[in-house]
Nanobody, 115 residues
Framework: VQVVESGGGLVQPGGSLRLSCAVSGFTINSYVMNWYRQAPGKEREWVAGTVSLGGTANYADSVKGRFTISRDNAKNTVYLQMNSLKPEDTAVYFC?????????WGQGTQVTVSS
């Protein structure tokens, strides 16, 4: 089982990034797929999540209207499109695959928003 995030980097305030989460070893069809983040000195916080059935997506209030989570079940990949980035979005972003039986995490990808 592998959950691998990519797409992080340094971006100026107001800029955009798209994170990817590529999964192998299981299919994401039946999983709730989430993005979390952890800023220095802070606890990990949930950012966004999506279920396969119906494509329902939910967001933390802090990112609503700026971030979009999507999933491509055929590619076994989840994305997080991040627009209008702010310095307070700086964190390590983690992908999570969850069912009542399994809970998988990636190693994280660093996002730094700074001028």
């Amino acid at each position: 089982v592998q959950v691998v995030e990519s797409g992080g980097g340094l971006v100026q305030p107001g800029g955009s990034l798209r994170l990817s989460c590529a999964v192998s070893g299981f299919t994401i069809n039946s999983y709730v797929m989430n993005w979390y983040r952890q800023a220095p000195g802070k606890e990990r916080e949930w950012v966004a999540g999506t279920v396969s059935l119906g494509g329902t997506a939910n967001y933390a209030d802090s990112v609503k209207g700026r971030f979009t989570i999507s999933r491509d079940n055929a590619k076994n990949t989840v994305y997080l499109q991040m627009n209008s980035l702010k310095p307070e979005d700086t964190a390590v972003y983690f992908c999570n695959a969850f069912t009542v039986r399994n809970n998988y995490w990636g190693q994280g990808t660093q996002v730094t928003v700074s001028s």
